[in-house]
């Protein structure tokens, strides 16, 4: 896949598509003038999703959140669609965006979140917290879950009868 520029709001998020069956990887940076990085993802099914996230530079922070819609997904992008989101306030994200998790790292640290999410859309959002640009590395991963009522039942071995012992017989 070719590389995507991340963008800013969930308008201009990169668009990764499915993840499923090939994983992703990003590379860039975030820093004072460049805080966001959004990046868009479609799960078909209900998957594992796996962020792993690699902060490459010294004195930095940077965080990354994950978020669903909690409204429809035209209502969302009509309302806060076209804004940066490194300027939207806590209650209009809590309004409109459902946080799926959110991790913080530090100088060269690495870190992954593993979720399981049902079929949609999906918004990953890299930024920067302190310090420096910095640079990341991201390795967005799918697998498939298959439900456990939709394999076909495991057959019940029948034992073989053990013979029956013939009665020992006493005379009396």
Known sequence: ???QRPGHSLVSAARLGSLLPNPVQQRDRVGSAD???LYRISLGDRSSFTVRINNRS??????????????A??????????RDFSSLKG??????LNPEATIGLRNRQQRSVNLSLNAGE???????????????QLSLN?????PTD???????????????????????
């Open 1 to 3: 896949m070719v590389r």
């Open 150 to 172: 939709s394999l076909p039942p495991i057959p019940v071995p029948h034992p073989i009868p053990a013979p029956i012992p013939a009665p020992i017989l006493t005379p009396i």
């Open 142 to 146: 799918a697998e498939l879950i298959i």
């Open 122 to 136: 999906y918004y990953v959002r890299v930024f920067h917290r302190q310090g420096n640009t910095s640079r990341y």
């Open 35 to 37: 805080s966001t990085d």
């Open 73 to 82: 997904r035209t209502a969302v992008l009509k309302a806060i669609g076209r």
């Open 58 to 71: 010294l004195k930095t922070r940077i965080g990354l959140q994950i978020f669903s819609f909690k409204r």
């Open 91 to 96: 209650k209009e994200i809590r309004r409109f």
